[in-house]
């Protein structure tokens, strides 16, 4: 059996995808699946186990460009796959395993796929509320899954697996030693700063970790880079803060994640990296819900003090905040924090 997935383009949801390669595995081991994706998603995509190889998609997030699919997918059509199963809900997704003639092409419904894709699905949102079972119940034949309860539970969650040696050889290469517990932030998100917790506060939070004798580590893409520079400039022990926002190539910030000793977070990409690791995180929410796309991990703790999903480009504030993460005060994340290493600890034992 060979399975082609056509994978998504976010970080989020490319680790939400794991769920479906694991549950493929489960139920034929024998299944090599590769993924095609865009050359950043290797970093994620080498470091699941059950994933045969990744392949680079040559074109960019958007870009139509037919001829150049018909090229990909004529390229694919020696690698005889049995099944493509198409992640992303666009026209142009599709025509890549249609052009490589792959047999059984799956996907739901979306943006008059009829033909492109031959085993269509029908998606009721209501039925599959979260995006790791839309993507699971893809791995079941049409007739079988008609709702999330008919899952088979415990869901299998994303898990990477990082070596100890890549965590040792990144940590040397920035100078980062584990004397002190590290606890890693993630301050950035997409859309602005509508879905940040604000610097003031993670500064706030980063004295109080310090004290307790950590050391932080802020993550992030280039974009990220001047909110870590704004939370350094408002902390106490600012040479207690490495800001490596910008700084860091994917695979790297996947181990140095590995690294920390729990994660404080927004709703964003590397909050799924972190809940792969099965690290204790906390994640600040605001306008964005956490109904959809949660982390997926028992060691995760959610922090939100509204309800609904809201779609919010621009906050209350001159900064762009929102005042519902405005109104999530540091000792709370700190209290929380705390409890949650410590629950984790316990469990170790």
Known sequence: MKTLIIGPSWV??????????????????????????????????????????????????????LTKRREIGKSLRNNHYDQAIVLPNSFKSAL????????????????????????????DKQAFPLMVERYIALAYPKDQIHS????????????????????????????????????????????GPAKRWPDYHYATLADMLVK?????????SANDKNVGEQIMAKMTYAN???????????????????????????????????????????????????DFTPPLSDKAEIIRLMTGYHRVRRGDTEQGYHQSLIDIKPDSVFETLMNLIMRCQKSNE
């Open 148 to 191: 999330a309860s008919d899952l088979p539970h415990p869901l299998l969650w994303p898990k990477l697996n990082v070596k100890q040696d890549e965590i040792t050889q990144v940590l040397s290469t920035f100078s980062i030693t584990q004397e002190e517990p590290l606890i890693g932030f993630c301050p950035g998100a997409e859309f």
């Open 240 to 290: 207690k803060c490495i800001n490596l926002a910008g700084q860091t190539q994917l695979e790297q910030a996947v181990s140095l994640i590995a690294a920390c000793k729990a994660i404080v977070t927004n709703d964003s990409g590397l909050m799924h990296v972190a809940a792969a690791l099965n690290k204790p995180l906390v994640a600040l929410y605001g306008p964005s819900s956490p």
């Open 212 to 220: 307790q004798h950590a050391k932080i580590i802020i993550f992030g």
């Open 96 to 123: 890549i395993p249609f052009f490589a003639k792959i047999p059984k092409r799956t996907g739901w419904k979306g943006e008059m796929r009829y033909g492109i894709l031959n085993d269509l699905r029908k998606l």
């Open 12 to 65: 989020g949801d490319m680790m939400m995808s794991q769920s479906l390669y694991r549950t493929l595995k489960q139920l034929e081991p024998s299944n090599e699946i590769d993924v095609l994706a865009p050359a950043w998603c290797s970093a994620l995509l080498n470091r699941m186990p059950e994933v045969n190889q990744a392949i680079t998609m040559p074109l960019g997030h958007g870009e139509f460009a």
